[in-house]
């Protein structure tokens, strides 16, 4: 018997592939990312703007005793609400999206570039469910940014607004 194999790992036989695969893993967290900074902008928008059109309001709950805290949290609960509403729309036409591609394998892929017919996909609900709720910690936590300008109106001023 001839004993002259010689031992390699896989991910050097097929480095490309490798490279390939941590390429995308890194393209997806930088989405991700980004994806995470538009909803805080638009968020802290939201709530701004939210803020600005009901500045009689504010300023009357604070003229009858309100604390800055407790119209504060008005507008964070209003802020946290439009989160949640948005996962949920989100997940619902992001899941039904993959479970198309899933069932029907519509985006097609070259084999010969990718080594794959086809976009699969991975049914990771861990991944899902942390995914919404890191997104809603985060923009709760950002909305206490813009909820701040509350504390700086001055109910006179703020019921005199037009």
Same mark, same amino acid.
């Given at each position: 018997?001839?004993?002259?194999?010689?031992? %390699? &790992? +896989?991910?050097?036989?097929?480095? %490309? #592939?490798?490279?390939?695969? !941590?390429?995308?893993?890194? %393209?997806?967290? /930088?989405?991700?990312?980004? +994806?995470?900074? #538009? +909803?805080?902008?638009? /968020?802290?928008?939201?709530?701004?703007?939210?803020?600005?059109?009901?500045?009689?309001?504010?300023? /009357?709950? &604070?003229?009858?005793?309100?604390?800055?805290?407790?119209?504060?949290?008005?507008?964070?609960?209003?802020?946290?609400? =439009?989160? @949640?509403?948005?996962?949920?729309?989100? !997940?619902?036409?992001? @899941?039904?999206?993959?479970?198309? %591609?899933?069932?029907?394998?519509?985006?097609?892929?070259?084999?010969?570039?990718?080594?794959?017919?086809? #976009?699969?996909?991975?049914?990771?609900?861990?991944?899902?469910?942390? $995914? !919404?709720? =890191?997104?809603?910690?985060?923009?709760?936590?950002? $909305? =206490? =940014?813009?909820? /701040?300008?509350?504390?700086?109106?001055?109910?006179?001023?703020?019921?005199?607004?037009?």
């Amino acid at each position: 018997m001839d004993f002259d194999l010689d031992v %390699q &790992k +896989i991910s050097d036989l097929y480095m %490309q #592939v490798f490279e390939w695969l !941590n390429l995308v893993s890194r %393209q997806v967290n /930088m989405i991700l990312a980004i +994806i995470l900074l #538009v +909803i805080c902008v638009n /968020m802290v928008s939201i709530v701004l703007i939210l803020v600005m059109e009901r500045t009689q309001m504010i300023g /009357m709950l &604070k003229a009858l005793g309100a604390s800055n805290g407790a119209v504060r949290s008005v507008f964070i609960f209003q802020g946290m609400n =439009l989160i @949640l509403k948005g996962l949920f729309w989100g !997940n619902v036409l992001g @899941l039904s999206l993959c479970f198309i %591609q899933d069932q029907f394998k519509i985006v097609k892929l070259n084999p010969h570039d990718y080594y794959m017919e086809f #976009v699969p996909i991975s049914w990771n609900w861990e991944v899902v469910g942390l $995914l !919404n709720l =890191l997104t809603f910690a985060v923009v709760t936590l950002v $909305l =206490l =940014l813009p909820t /701040m300008v509350i504390s700086r109106i001055n109910p006179i001023r703020a019921i005199r607004f037009d």
